[in-house]
């Protein structure tokens, strides 16, 4: 049966299929943000934050999708520098069954990037403003960061226990993708596991995380590399929001406007945290911050001495102890 679902004259059967699902792309697409990456095998650097998506059928089939969203990044000449996007992608979208496990592995292969809009919105470093005003270098960074993700495409992994899993690029058939920390599954679902640098006063903030029924956890495992521990916060979407506004807008990092549902502290160098922290139905935020602006956590504010933290991190949705 895999063999006849998989082979080339199976195409159009697949793509019939796949349609039946595709209704909820944009609704997910809004679920999760981009971790932004020079490169694969680095770190990510910023993220970006789709907030508006729409869809629909181009004429051979593929899915046609229009989104605009906010983001930040990191550099050594900007330190933090946030942005808006919008563009359009054309998704020549299939899909294949793994061998082992019957797993479907859904691939949305960019067939064309058709448009993309990048504009800088703030730089933290006052004397880094010639990065976006004597030529358009700064913008033109901004679309290689952000155009190279999407041109990479995605794959989405439904598990014979029906978990699914969302991947930047192609993984390979029968393959796991790419992951930062080793952790069980244990009937959990996996919302992001990756590696992220946090500068000195800087914030990471992974989400939103959508916990859909009651007696759920968040379940997160995470080490810092680096010498300064790193505060670690869950906030509602709501809340979050108001501080991931504040984040894109105002150069410098400020307080907290509300309190985090839970807070905690990831010591440095110190593998094995593990913390459990159940929720009701809603949406949340992982934030992770280096900086005396919240928490306990407070690094020396040298700008001459970047204290940087190198944070792998695995967030896991299940039911809670």
Same mark, same amino acid.
């Given at each position: 049966?895999?063999? =006849?679902?998989?082979?080339p004259?199976s195409?159009?059967?697949?793509?019939?299929l796949?349609?039946?699902?595709l209704?909820q792309?944009?609704?997910?697409?809004?679920l999760?943000?981009?971790?932004?990456?020079?490169?694969n095998?680095?770190p990510?650097?910023?993220?970006?934050y789709?907030?508006?998506?729409?869809?629909s059928?181009?004429?051979n089939?593929?899915l046609f999708?229009?989104?605009s969203g906010?983001?930040?990044a990191h @550099?050594?000449?900007?330190k933090?520098l =946030?942005?808006t996007?919008?563009?359009?992608?054309?998704?020549?979208?299939d899909f294949?069954?793994?061998d082992e496990?019957c797993?479907?592995y859904a691939?949305?292969?960019p067939r064309?990037?058709?448009?993309?809009?990048?504009k800088i919105n703030?730089?933290?470093?006052?004397?880094a403003?010639?990065?976006?005003q004597l @030529?358009?270098?700064g913008?033109d960074?901004?679309?290689?960061?952000?155009?190279?993700k999407?041109?990479?495409?995605f794959?989405?992994?439904?598990d014979?226990?029906?978990h699914?899993e969302?991947a930047?690029?192609?993984?390979?058939?029968?393959?796991?993708?790419?992951?930062?920390?080793a952790v069980?599954?244990?009937?959990?679902v996996?919302y992001?596991?990756?590696?992220?640098e946090?500068?000195q006063?800087?914030?990471d903030?992974?989400?939103?995380i959508?916990?859909?029924?009651?007696?759920?956890?968040?379940?997160?495992?995470a080490?810092?590399?680096g010498?300064?521990p790193?505060d670690?916060?869950?906030?509602?979407q709501?809340?979050?929001n108001?501080?991931?506004?504040?984040?894109?807008e105002?150069?410098q990092?400020q307080a907290?406007?509300?309190?985090p549902?839970?807070?905690?502290?990831?010591p440095a160098?110190?593998?094995?945290?593990?913390? @459990?922290i159940p929720?009701?139905?809603g949406?949340?935020y992982?934030?992770?911050d280096n900086s005396?602006?919240?928490g @306990?956590?407070?690094?020396p504010?040298?700008p001459?001495?970047?204290?940087?933290?190198?944070?792998d991190?695995?967030?896991?949705l299940?039911e809670?102890?």
């Amino acid at each position: 049966m895999k063999g =006849t679902v998989n082979s080339p004259q199976s195409r159009t059967m697949r793509r019939n299929l796949m349609a039946k699902g595709l209704d909820q792309f944009c609704r997910q697409m809004l679920l999760h943000n981009a971790p932004l990456k020079l490169q694969n095998d680095q770190p990510a650097m910023g993220r970006f934050y789709p907030t508006q998506c729409n869809q629909s059928e181009a004429g051979n089939g593929d899915l046609f999708v229009r989104f605009s969203g906010v983001g930040y990044a990191h @550099t050594n000449v900007t330190k933090k520098l =946030t942005f808006t996007m919008s563009g359009a992608v054309q998704y020549n979208q299939d899909f294949q069954i793994a061998d082992e496990e019957c797993d479907m592995y859904a691939y949305f292969r960019p067939r064309q990037v058709a448009s993309s809009d990048f504009k800088i919105n703030k730089i933290e470093q006052p004397t880094a403003s010639f990065f976006s005003q004597l @030529t358009p270098m700064g913008d033109d960074f901004g679309k290689q960061l952000v155009s190279g993700k999407l041109r990479e495409g995605f794959t989405v992994i439904k598990d014979h226990e029906d978990h699914d899993e969302v991947a930047m690029g192609m993984v390979e058939l029968g393959k796991k993708p790419q992951r930062a920390m080793a952790v069980g599954t244990d009937g959990r679902v996996s919302y992001e596991n990756g590696r992220v640098e946090v500068h000195q006063n800087q914030r990471d903030f992974v989400g939103p995380i959508e916990v859909t029924e009651n007696g759920r956890a968040i379940f997160l495992t995470a080490q810092v590399d680096g010498g300064v521990p790193v505060d670690v916060f869950v906030m509602r979407q709501q809340d979050a929001n108001i501080a991931l506004q504040q984040y894109l807008e105002i150069p410098q990092v400020q307080a907290l406007t509300t309190q985090p549902l839970w807070a905690d502290v990831i010591p440095a160098q110190m593998p094995g945290f593990r913390r @459990t922290i159940p929720v009701p139905a809603g949406l949340y935020y992982v934030i992770f911050d280096n900086s005396a602006a919240a928490g @306990t956590v407070s690094p020396p504010n040298n700008p001459l001495d970047d204290r940087a933290a190198l944070v792998d991190y695995a967030i896991q949705l299940g039911e809670a102890p």
